[in-house]
């Protein structure tokens, strides 16, 4: 019994038998085939069935598997065989179960259930196809062999059956499906469309069926020869001659059809036995009555037989592809019933890549799994990152897809799956070793042939059909090969990747190599060095590069394969911490910090661990600037030591700190010429990349500084040239951003939004949250300039939300005020207030600036509330500490706004005094518009009836 199922069966002492399914090969329906064995023991046998892992060496089968199932087999009552959890969930809905007791099977269960869970989505275009095909065999009366060929799961069968179920009446049906063994291998499936074309019930047993094929045959001229042959189909008989099976298939389809259309399913094809295609092609080439065969079959069947229906004039194929992306996000909507987050729709589609089983398993599986949650009416992934793996029905008919290939496409495919997703022919060369002239590509040929791999943007390039066949392949390849393969691809690249990819590639390769020997419990620590070397000079360049989303992901990649206490760690480390700060992950960068402080503590390197420190006061200055120590002294004190070290890299770190401590103090000037040492410092260490991003910094000290507007428009331009040569999307944006402060101060606010607006863009694009704050600031000004208050407070409250999100509060605290400065202006005090309270409360003692705005701001909430007295205190105050700075735009706006507290509590000299003087710092900023305003307030002062102040 259990042989005839498939199993490899071993005999134990004392009466045990091991069956073991899917060795040597795979099947996708091992589970199956066990549970049916299981049911035809003989009676009074315990048995257990588990899933899992085997490992095979001399015949002796081994692995928890077979542990598993014994242990069942021990507890098992007699005939009642026990099932596994896995085992269960295979079978789904296919078996009947008593708790774990396996009591019966659904006779007709496909190897993984098919859910049907959804309506039919898409394939108009192949519907008509199959309609036309049958409406032209009835209109003429003659036969046509139609052949859907594609892909396990992707909708054949559902094609067929919706296409019948919408059948004009009339037509009659005969269905047959062919299987991979047992009983419904051989003819039975042509048994089944004979039986049931002569309108036998399915399940009817072969002698019913036998009469009604009698009765159709009554009449006909050589009917019992027909009968006979019939007969020997339905097997009441020895069969026949092949040939003779087909004449007497194709009289009787014949003689139904001459009654009424006869559409013929044949599903499965790509199992069928050598007669039974012989068979249908006989049909297809003799019958002369309107009828149609619609074949089904997997690509695989023109491996078998490549020119199936070929020479026919009345036979022709249908290629069923992948839905295309939004059909196959349309169908997991529908399964869902609801709309997908766009991460769990992507990562679906990369893992199921539109084939509509794999949708529906691989949904089944997150739910089953309680992976899905909604969330404002969206289905979210709850958990991990982690991509998506095969459910276990969809990985054993994965596997057993890819164990049915020939040796050379498996060989192909499977070292295919070791560079990844996408693959060129140089590296499958590569991976492949020394193989004869041509092989990998006629491997190739066939692989997209049976619809697996197909071609790939790019030159010679090839993906997998979708990520699950990839993972299936990469599963197939013992751990030993995998890594010896991963290494070998490591080698190659190090020779042929092109330069700027290098380092990432052939890092993640060693550290893929690692992990498959560690796996086998090889000594991988040389190989696992190598490959964090590599990981972290790719995230240091793309650092350097400011791609700091993908410099985070290799720098964590780096470090999680360096040794606990590794020297090494600590700058991997500062590094990443630094990343993590630009990208905006507050819980990561937390974790990172206090990992950072334990390894600072226990280093002897002195520059190391000063650029540590230093790392380390930026992170605090904008994570918690109120509590930040003095930022101004630090930088003193690393330059004080890194200067005799000439450690010009920590030296430009250091000079980097105390420009962020002159910025806080509102001493642009001084600001400046900090950047510029750091510039300096970064060119001596070698570092081009990180000078470049500095000197591209400077830009912002200009833009708050003194720096005039027209000269801000100049250098931003010279900047751009410079940015789009270097083709640099953050150093373009902050070009433009310049060059947009510069001509809206100038009176071309429009203009100045515009190049904004294009600046954000790029920021967004390359994912620099934190950056999109502080440029969404700028634009505030220039929405400000423009009159535009409402597009202002909006600017405002997006970065409010970003900052507020990372938990940054260095900008924050001065982002909050600026919001309240036009909350006032909307006439909106009250909601004002709180702003000036976060930024009281939370700036560094060291941020004139942001004392400068909360009081000002605080001071026209005071003044519209009538309290005069505290208002003007207040804003003098603040236009005191201002007059410190060198910020004239924020000194010339905090006398605009002392203009009006002293207007309302009824001082119009003093007003009018200190809008003239405002009119004075925006003069010399070139800020034509607000220099506008402030004549205007200063006039209105002095002769109030001319209306109040606009701002
Ligand atoms: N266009 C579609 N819209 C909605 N659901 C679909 C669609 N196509 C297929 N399905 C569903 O996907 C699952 C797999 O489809 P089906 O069984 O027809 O695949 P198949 O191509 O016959 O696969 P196999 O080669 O394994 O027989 C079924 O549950 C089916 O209902
Ligand atoms: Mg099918």
Not at 392 to 404: E, F, H, S, Y
Not at 448 to 475: K, N, S
Not at 686 to 693: E, N, P, T, V
Request: aromatic share 2%; glycine share 8%.
């Amino acid at each position: 019994v259990l042989e005839r199922h498939g199993a490899s069966v071993r005999v134990l002492p004392a009466e045990r038998v091991v069956a073991v399914f899917g060795v040597p090969r795979v099947h996708e329906d091992d589970v199956l085939r066990a549970a049916r064995a299981a049911l035809e023991l003989p009676a009074g046998a315990r048995t257990g069935i588990a899933s899992g892992d085997v490992v095979v060496s001399d015949d002796d089968p081994r692995g928890p598997a077979l542990s598993a199932a014994a242990r069942l087999a021990a507890r098992a009552e007699p005939s009642r065989p026990l099932l596994d959890d896995l085992s269960q969930e295979v079978l789904g809905s296919a078996a009947r179960l008593d708790g774990a007791v396996l009591l019966g099977l659904d006779p007709g269960a496909e190897p993984v259930v098919r859910r049907h869970g959804a309506p039919l989505v898409g394939r108009s275009r192949e519907s008509a196809l199959v309609q036309h095909a049958l409406e032209r065999a009835a209109e003429e009366g003659r036969a046509h062999l139609l052949t859907v060929l594609g892909a396990p799961g992707v909708g054949k069968t559902r094609l067929a059956s919706e296409t019948i179920a919408g059948l004009p009446p009339g037509w009659r049906v005969a269905r047959g499906r062919c299987a991979a063994y047992g009983e419904a291998a051989g003819l039975r499936p042509l048994a089944d469309v004979a039986a049931e074309a002569a309108g036998a019930e399915r399940g009817d047993p072969p002698q019913t069926a036998f009469g009604r094929i009698e009765q159709a045959l009554s009449g006909e001229r050589r009917s019992e020869a027909l009968a006979a042959r019939l007969a020997g189909l339905l097997g009441l008989r020895e069969p026949g001659p092949p040939e003779e099976t087909g004449w007497a298939l194709r009289r009787l389809l014949e003689i139904t059809a001459a009654e009424a259309p006869l559409a013929v399913v044949l599903d499965d094809l790509h199992w069928a036995e050598p007669t039974v295609l012989d068979a249908v092609e006989h049909v297809a080439e003799h019958a002369t009555r309107p009828l149609v065969l619609l074949c089904l079959a997997r690509p695989e069947l023109l491996v078998e037989r490549p020119g199936f229906g070929g020479g026919l004039p009345n036979a022709s194929s249908v290629r069923l592809e992948a839905l295309p992306p939004p059909e196959a996000a349309r169908l997991a909507r529908s399964l869902l019933g609801g709309e997908l987050d766009e991460r769990v729709e992507a990562e679906l589609l990369r893992a199921a890549g539109g084939n509509p089983l794999f949708v529906e398993e691989l949904l089944a599986m997150l739910r089953d799994a309680g992976r899905l949650e909604q969330a404002d009416g969206r289905w979210m992934l709850a958990g991990s990152g982690q991509p998506l793996a095969a459910p276990p029905t969809i990985q054993a008919l994965l596997a057993a897809r890819v164990d049915a290939l020939g040796a050379e496409e498996r060989r192909v495919l499977q070292r295919a799956s070791v560079a990844g997703q996408t693959f060129t022919l140089d590296t499958l060369h590569a991976l492949n070793g020394e193989t004869p002239e041509g092989a990998a590509e006629r491997a190739l040929l066939q692989l997209r042939r049976l619809d697996i791999v197909r071609p790939a943007a790019g030159d010679e390039a090839f993906a997998f059909r979708h990520a699950l066949i990839r993972d299936a392949a990469y599963d197939g390849l013992p751990l030993e090969r995998r890594a010896a393969l991963h290494e070998r691809l490591a080698r190659w690249l190090d020779e042929n990747a092109a330069e700027a990819e290098r380092d990432a590639l052939v890092g993640h390769q060693l550290d893929r190599a690692a992990a498959a020997l560690a796996a086998i419990g090889g000594d991988a620590d040389a190989l696992r060095a190598e490959a964090s070397t590599r990981l972290a000079a790719a995230g240091r360049a793309r650092a350097a590069r400011d791609d700091l989303v993908v410099a985070e992901g290799l720098l964590a990649r780096a470090l999680a394969l360096v040794p606990a206490d590794a020297p090494e760690r600590l700058s991997l480390l500062v590094d990443l911490a630094e990343a993590q700060r630009e990208v905006g992950e507050p819980e990561a960068l937390a974790q990172t910090m206090s990992e950072l402080r334990l390894a600072l503590d226990r280093t002897p390197d002195v520059s190391t661990a000063v650029r540590a420190r230093l790392v380390e006061a930026v992170i605090e200055l904008h994570r918690d600037p109120a509590a930040s120590g003095d930022v101004r002294q630090i930088a003193a004190d690393a330059i004080a030591t890194l200067t005799p070290l000439e450690d010009h890299a920590g030296l430009a770190r250091a000079w980097m700190l105390a420009s962020m401590a002159e910025g806080l103090r509102g001493r642009l000037g001084a600001e400046r010429t900090a950047i510029e040492q750091a510039v300096e410092h970064a060119r001596l260490a070698g570092d081009a990349r990180r000078s470049w991003d500095y000197r591209v910094r400077i830009t912002t000290a200009h833009m708050w500084g003194s720096t005039p507007a027209s000269l801000l428009e100049q250098y931003g331009r010279e900047l751009l040239d410079e940015a789009r040569s270097l083709g640099e999307r953050t150093a373009e944006a902050a070009a433009e951003t310049c060059i947009g402060v510069g001509v809206a101060l100038q009176g071309r606010g429009d203009e100045g939004e515009q190049l904004v607006l294009r600046a954000l863009a790029g920021i967004r694009e390359v994912g620099l949250r934190m950056r999109a704050g502080a440029v969404l600031e700028l634009l505030s000004q220039v929405e400000l300039l423009r009159g535009d208050l409402a597009a202002a407070e909006r600017a405002l409250r997006e970065a409010y939300g970003i900052l507020e999100s990372t938990g940054e509060k260095g900008y924050l605290v001065g982002v909050a005020p600026a919001l309240g400065s036009v909350l006032c202006s909307l006439g909106r005090h009250e909601e004002a207030e709180p702003l000036t309270r976060l930024s009281e409360e939370h700036s560094s003692p060291d941020d004139i600036v942001a004392h400068v705005l909360w009081r000002t701001v605080r001071g026209r909430v005071l003044a519209h509330r009538g309290e005069h007295a505290a208002a003007v205190a207040l804003a003098r105050e603040a236009a005191e500490l201002a007059a410190r700075t060198d910020c004239l735009n924020v000194h010339g706006g905090v006398l605009l706004d002392l203009a009006e507290v002293l207007g309302l509590a009824g001082q119009p000299e003093e007003a009018a005094a200190a809008a003239d003087q405002a009119r004075a710092l925006f003069e010399r900023k070139g800020n034509q518009v607000d220099a506008a305003r402030a004549r205007l307030a200063a006039a209105q002062a002095r002769e109030p009836t001319r209306g109040a102040r606009t701002s």
